[in-house]
């Protein structure tokens, strides 16, 4: 078992999935939805997106992955599929609610979610940080924050989903140090979330190096990586638009897998799945209409850090 691969998660399958209006500005990787497109497309983005998360956790299940999978029928959360944003839990028995940045996301948080955590694992207390909205302060999750549990080391790319006060206060509560960093595109605009250019597995780590403005910076952060033989496979640009970065190390029965979307995989070269496959096997997921959204299957994974309680036998 490794610290950084969880052998559950939680899934929400929405009913009314479409690309959020609300994030479009920033989220470079996202398809701009239009509230001009017809109740026909969007009915039938939402079946695809219901039927996409179904089979995600059907396959997550078959290969041994305990998973939790909420469905969300209200029709004002668009992004509600991507629960790791508002979410995140911690060895220990330790939970974190975040505020978001979308006001339309902030109906996410579900008490229903938490009270499944506290019932079903040992949670010894839940932080929530949500109350910092007021004062236009955010931290969505681990799409904001890229965590290395063995080295506790919080990796953030610079934006406004990652303000410097809900972080400082997260790495003192946690116990992370944070390592903080300005990434941006070919462009020039910053990368809107952490997790679509940078995914921590055992031993290896998956990064967009270019895509960190500065140099000095971008070897601190390979020289920390790499600290404890870790490999970084650098990611191109175009891997990192694939939502290459945006994927998680699971721990199943047989073994560490790789949760990631088919397309991630198929952008991934020879040389960099046989350092992969080193240590994990692969699970492609079917996600092309979630990704519309602009995040993948790591934005779509809340995975639960947590031991679970003993089941109780009747006698």
């Known amino acids: 078992m490794s610290v950084q691969a969880p052998s559950a998660v939680v899934l929400v399958r929405p009913h009314h999935f479409r ?110 940080y949500s109350g910092l909205e007021l004062d236009d302060v955010f931290l969505e999750g681990t799409g904001a924050i890229v965590l290395d549990h063995g080295s506790r080391v919080a990796y953030v790319a610079r934006s406004h ?37 940078m995914g921590i597995a055992t031993d290896f780590a998956l990064v967009g190096l270019d895509l960190i403005q500065s140099p000095a910076r971008r070897a601190e952060v390979v020289d920390r990586l790499t600290a404890h033989g870790r490999v970084v496979i650098d990611l191109d640009f175009e891997q990192v638009c694939d939502f290459a970065g945006n994927a998680i190390e699971l721990h199943a029965p047989s073994g560490r897998v790789l949760a ?11 040389h960099q799945l046989a350092i992969i496959q080193r240590s994990c096997t692969l699970l492609p997921l079917d996600i092309p209409t979630i990704e519309l959204a602009g995040g993948s299957v790591r934005c779509m994974i809340a995975g639960i850090h947590l031991d679970p309680r003993p089941v109780t036998v009747a006698v």
């Open 19 to 128: 690309p959020n209006p609300l994030t479009a500005d920033d989220n470079v990787f996202q398809i701009a939805g239009s509230a001009t497109q017809s109740s026909r497309l969007m009915a039938a983005l939402a079946t695809a997106a219901y039927d996409e998360v179904t089979r995600a956790a059907s396959a997550l299940a078959a290969a041994g992955i305990r998973v939790h999978l909420f469905d969300d029928e209200s029709p004002d959360r668009p992004d509600s599929v991507f629960p790791n944003n508002w979410m995140s839990t911690h060895p220990g028995g330790h939970v974190a609610i975040y505020p978001m940045y979308a006001a339309n996301r902030r109906g996410e948080r579900r008490s229903d979610v938490i009270d499944m955590l506290k019932n079903e694992y040992r949670v010894q207390d839940v932080i929530d």
């Open 161 to 197: 989903r990652a303000d410097p006060i809900a972080l400082e206060r997260f790495c003192t509560n946690f116990g992370y140090e944070p390592m903080v960093f300005d990434a941006v595109d070919p462009s020039g605009v910053p990368v809107y979330h952490t997790n679509v250019m």
């Open 260 to 270: 990631l979307s088919r397309r991630a995989a198929d952008t991934l070269r020879p």
